[in-house]
């Protein structure tokens, strides 16, 4: 297996904690930007992926419609980031994914535990997410 250098595997590692700030604190445009334009995102089982930006981001708003009344605060903490470059110049990324969501006054609880299966574009300049797939545990 080849292995990516330290400077590319950071960089990717800011992009993942920038990635996921945005999306913890429901700023959908900013995550749905993380995207390339023509990004796929599978976040639910058994669900059809959503596709472009612009469905990334109505999917995001449309799920996000079941927690309006719950003040639920949800962080996604991402671990052993292992990175594979592919012959077509992508990154093949695999993460080990916790959500942990916490009410006022209620105790951390994770939900869900997941991997989860990122194709990544990079140049010098932009990481960005061709598609994500994310699995449950």
């Not at 990717?12 to 445009?29: I, K, S």
């Not at 292992?82 to 093949?92: I, S, W």
């Not at 997941?114 to 574009?121: F, M």
Request: aromatic share 10%; charged share 30%.
């Amino acid at each position: 297996m080849r292995a990516v250098d330290e400077k590319l595997h950071s960089r990717v590692t800011q992009f993942y904690a920038r990635q996921m700030q945005a999306l913890d604190a429901g700023r959908f445009e900013e995550y749905a930007g993380t995207f390339t334009e023509d990004g796929v995102f599978q976040h639910t089982p058994g669900t059809e992926p959503a596709r472009t930006r612009e469905g990334i981001l109505a999917e995001l708003h449309e799920f996000n419609k079941k927690y309006v009344d719950d003040p639920v605060q949800r962080r996604h903490y991402f671990s052993q980031l292992l990175l594979e470059p592919q012959d077509d110049g992508t990154l093949r990324a695999t993460v080990y994914a916790l959500i942990v969501r916490t009410r006022p006054g209620g105790r951390p609880e994770v939900w869900p535990s997941c991997v989860v299966h990122d194709v990544i574009v990079a140049d010098d300049e932009t990481v960005l997410l061709k598609s994500r797939h994310v699995s449950y545990d």
